[in-house]
């Protein structure tokens, strides 16, 4: 996977590629067939990355964790990070509140 400066540099182009353009995704993910494992590998992870970064309210949190984990599936993926991520926005004040609660935090 690319380094994060690069990734941020390529962002606003990938923003325009992909954001609101499902059809664009489903083509990508259709071509990602015959692509080698690592070539898959890195679309999956990239675009991932690039429904994190977008966030809401373009891509829901369930979205996006459908997306990092479908990534996650190939081997050597690096979405794990990101749905560990995606899990605590999740839980967000509804957690921390729970936490309060029960005296933990």
Not at 51 to 76: H, N, S
Request: charged share 30%; with cysteine; glycine share 6%.
């Amino acid at each position: 996977m690319r380094s994060v400066g690069a990734l941020d540099r390529a962002q606003p182009n990938r923003r325009r590629q992909l954001s609101g353009s499902p059809s664009r995704s489903w083509s990508l993910c259709r071509r990602a067939r015959s692509l080698n494992e690592s070539q898959r590998r890195e679309v999956k992870d990239d675009l991932c990355l690039v429904d994190f970064k977008i966030g809401r309210p373009t891509y829901t949190l369930a979205e996006q964790r459908a997306v990092c984990l479908d990534a996650m599936k190939e081997p050597g993926s690096e979405s794990a990070s990101i749905v560990a991520q995606i899990d605590t926005a999740e839980r967000g004040p509804r957690y921390a509140r729970s936490e309060r609660c029960a005296g933990r935090a």
